[in-house]
């Protein structure tokens, strides 16, 4: 499977607003998938979007999908402090082997 | 219904040593994986297994990395022996049948640093 690159690196943000982070890829994909990862809950799985879908929603997640730019939004609304973790997209097109990339550290101040 | 168990969580060894670690996937997950994740970097898959049977281990080193999941449960990860690159987290993960494959459940990881 392909590596999917996350942009930026490093996000910092307030409590409130929206953190919004991004991911390419290089080939055609079956789905994209986004984990999170903090110290106190470990790696998480958050969303599933499958190649035929464009936006996707998960309480205070929001995800699109542009395959023809072969790029990925994951957004966070209103955040919290809690939020604050390394996010990482993983673009599957065959198999079910994920493949991170670095991850984006978000980090939430109150 | 308790998670993916990994023990040990730490592990301090010296070079040149042998070292093993262990996995409990979340029970009925035919699929494991072992990942590894160095520092500041997204975790990279060692090996995956299909019940018993290893189906992707490309990405192991299998000059010194050995791993099995005799009868399609536990799983144990070993070097042998370790180097100082070896340093990492050791993330075990599962999933389940069908389109639950396509979810996988990690462990809280095993932090192995090599003298």
């Known amino acids: 499977s392909q590596q999917g690159e996350e942009d930026p690196q490093a996000l910092s943000i307030q409590e409130g607003e929206n953190a919004t982070m991004n991911c390419s890829y290089k080939?055609?994909?079956?789905?994209l998938q986004w984990y999170r990862q903090n110290s106190g809950r470990g790696l998480v799985h958050l969303i599933l979007?499958?190649?035929?879908?464009r936006e996707k929603h998960s309480g205070r997640l929001r995800v699109t999908l542009d395959t023809s730019k072969k790029s990925s939004s994951l957004l966070i609304t209103a955040s919290r402090a809690a939020d604050t973790a390394s996010y990482f997209c993983a673009p599957l097109n065959s198999g079910y082997a994920l493949n991170f990339g670095k991850g984006t550290s978000l980090l939430v101040t109150p | 219904e308790a998670g993916v168990v990994q023990s040990p969580r730490y592990k301090i060894i010296e070079k040149k040593q042998p070292v093993a670690f262990w996995c409990n996937p979340i029970s009925g997950h035919n699929t494991l994986y072992w990942y590894r994740q160095n520092l500041g970097q997204g975790p990279e898959l060692l090996i995956r297994y299909e019940n018993e049977e290893a189906v992707d281990d490309s990405q192991l080193p299998k000059d010194r990395f050995s791993a099995e999941r005799l009868k399609g449960v536990d799983s144990t990860l070993k070097i042998q022996p370790a180097e100082l690159g070896d340093s990492a987290v050791y993330l075990c993960a599962s999933s389940g049948p069908g389109q639950g494959k396509n979810e996988q459940f990690f462990g809280p990881g095993t932090r192995l640093t090599v003298l």
């Open positions: 979007i499958r190649s035929n879908e």
């Open positions: 080939t055609s994909i079956n789905n």
